[in-house]
């Protein structure tokens, strides 16, 4: 794995974990009972971005080094993902 598939991995992997742990612990200004005017009432009362970056980046540091070291191992390959024998035709055959 290249240093640029590393980042790109680390990206996608912060983010899908961001976009699951934002909802989570959210009170809104309606439950609250406190709506700033010029807002909706499902609007986060207390959002705590930076202390939600921290857990996400953490979660996402662990999630990165397992995802990484099955890819840099070779546990899994993409021959054991081909369930429908594309990856090496018989002989004779193209895949035209």
Do not use: Y
């Not at 961001?18 to 309606?30: D, E, K, V, W, Y």
């Amino acid at each position: 794995m290249g240093i640029t598939s590393a980042i790109v991995l680390f990206v996608m992997i912060w983010f899908m974990v961001l976009f699951i742990a934002l909802p989570i612990g959210l009170r809104t200004q309606g439950e609250e009972g406190e709506v700033v005017p010029g807002t909706h009432s499902g609007s986060p009362a207390n959002l705590k971005l930076k202390r939600k970056f921290a857990w996400v980046t953490g979660i996402t540091v662990v999630l990165w080094c397992a995802i990484a070291w099955v890819i840099v191992s070779g546990a899994v390959t993409m021959k054991d993902l081909d369930w429908f024998d594309r990856m090496n035709p018989p002989a004779g055959e193209t895949n035209e």
